[in-house]
């Protein structure tokens, strides 16, 4: 593994700084696809929320990678039993493995005919920048690094490290999303986590003695989903965003020139050659200013949507307690004008902060070692996680409307 002339290092707020050394992570740090990763929100409408919340999916890369490079290089099993190939391996599956998100994450994927997992395999394995940097190293390098962020690698521990339930990618968002949030929920001890992480049986697992520093974790993700993540005014931004790509859709159905007013969306609607170069030139900017040719645009309810978007003037929201609610709601929408079809739109949230056995892969559980040698499962070891995994799921269900008829005006500013 050719190492770089010195250190490059990157300033930091969550860890301080990046450490870089290896040249081959440097040429995909400077590759096209990853520097468009600098034109990708990190969280999708929390923006909207969080004024300070413009972090991007470059920046929460490089801190995972981070993570892992710490991971390989201050944990005495990983150090010691993985080659440096397999260290380069899984230090680039941390940094690449948000390459393949699209404009405003989870909202686009609902025009998009692929998921950002599927592109961003496609991101390693074709024909990009991507790609030819790590093929030049060695040939295996692309397969060996996607089948980390797909957790089938046959080393346990190093799909643990950037896809399991105490990786580094989650590790990373907690810390980084709620710096630029400027809440506190999401802080938990990394340095301590770091320092109780063993390998066993080639699984990562956490020493009795770092029991609360993982709970602490366990508990910053349960107040991140309620407080940022799934917050209401970051969903009615975000359904603004799926409501408007499902009339682009339906606009492309119904007359396909369309396309000719918002052409960065066009692969996406027809769904043909939503490749990776399409992917690839739909970063944020140009979908932002395909929602300002919207506004120009014949199709009202693209316009109206667009404004909305570009405004912030966002639709209101309500708890449904039944179905009577949403009927209520329906007649409000048809009274003020608008097509309940769009203008109505609901949503519901649950989250598990964790959830063992998730999966048949016990990989995806977190592991405690015990001093008496005997390894079991984190809810078995903690009172606190078995309280928060056997309690109801809570579950919000809410409808988003416009509470009042908008009107614009495009010539004046
Ligand atoms: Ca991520």
């Not at 989650?170 to 710096?179: F, G, I, S, T």
Request: proline share 3%; aromatic share 10%.
């Amino acid at each position: 593994m050719k190492q770089t002339d010195e250190v490059k290092v990157m300033r930091d707020p969550i860890h301080g700084y990046i450490h870089v050394n290896l040249q081959v992570v440097w040429d995909c740090i400077n590759a096209k696809e990853f520097q468009r990763l600098r034109r990708i929100h990190q969280l999708g409408g929390d923006f909207q929320v969080y004024h300070t919340a413009e972090h991007s999916r470059f920046s929460h890369s490089l801190g995972v990678y981070e993570i892992v490079r710490r991971m390989v290089n201050e944990i005495s099993e990983l150090k010691e039993s993985l080659t440096e190939y397999e260290k380069a391996t899984v230090m680039l599956a941390g940094l690449l493995h948000d390459i393949g998100h699209g404009p405003f994450s989870h909202a686009f994927e609902g025009i998009s005919p692929l998921k950002h997992e599927e592109y961003t395999v496609k991101i390693i394995m074709e024909d990009t920048e991507i790609h030819h940097i790590l093929a030049a190293v060695d040939e295996c390098l692309p397969r060996d690094v996607a089948s980390i962020i797909t957790y089938q690698h046959p080393k346990e521990c190093m799909n643990q490290m950037v896809s399991g339930q105490l990786d580094a990618d989650r590790m990373d968002y907690l810390l980084r999303d709620a710096y630029f949030t400027g809440t506190s929920y999401g802080n938990f001890d990394l340095e301590r986590i770091l320092r109780t992480i063993r390998v066993h049986d080639g699984r990562i697992v956490v020493k009795e003695s770092g029991i609360h520093s993982v709970e602490d974790y366990i508990m910053a993700r349960y107040h991140m989903y309620w407080q940022v993540y799934l917050h209401p005014v970051a969903r009615s931004y975000e359904s603004l965003l799926s409501i408007l790509f499902r009339r682009l859709k339906d606009l492309y159905q119904m007359d396909s020139s369309i396309k000719e007013i918002v052409p960065m969306f066009a692969p996406f609607l027809s769904g043909e050659s939503a490749d990776v170069k399409a992917l690839y030139r739909l970063d944020e900017p140009a979908a932002l200013y395909g929602f300002s040719c919207l506004i120009q645009g014949k199709d009202f309810i693209a316009a109206d949507l667009a404004y909305r978007i570009l405004n912030r003037k966002l639709f209101e929201y309500q708890t449904i307690q039944s179905d009577e609610d949403v009927k209520d709601i329906i007649t409000y929408v048809k009274k003020l004008g608008y097509d309940s079809t769009y203008y109505v739109h609901q949503d519901a949230v649950s989250q598990k902060p964790y959830s063992p056995y998730a999966s048949n892969e016990n990989g995806h559980n977190i592991w405690v070692l015990e001093k008496n040698g005997e390894v079991v499962e984190l809810s078995l070891a903690s009172d606190i996680v078995k309280a928060l995994i056997h309690a109801d799921l809570k579950e919000e269900k809410k409808v988003y409307y416009p509470l009042e008829r908008l009107s614009f005006r495009e010539d004046v500013i």
